[in-house]
């Protein structure tokens, strides 16, 4: 459960992100340690149905971890 942090209501979670007019939408990456790690995601958003703040998150975010 996400809770709006502008006024602590459940947030609506699990919603997808694009971009108008893009094909791909939006990737997270960070390059790791080695020639071979590196981590990605894309991420999701969570909207709050009453005032409408937007939190984008990634659901694995250990896969950040150094």
Do not use: W
């Not at 979670?13 to 790791?32: F, H, P, R, T, W």
């Amino acid at each position: 459960m996400r809770i709006c942090h502008q006024c602590q209501t459940e947030m609506i979670a699990d919603c997808n992100v694009n971009v108008e007019g893009g094909l791909y939408g939006i990737k997270i990456s960070k390059k790791g340690g080695g020639i071979f790690r590196r981590a990605s995601a894309k991420p999701k958003a969570a909207v709050c149905p009453d005032c409408g703040n937007v939190a984008f998150y990634i659901e694995d975010p250990r896969a950040f971890r150094v």
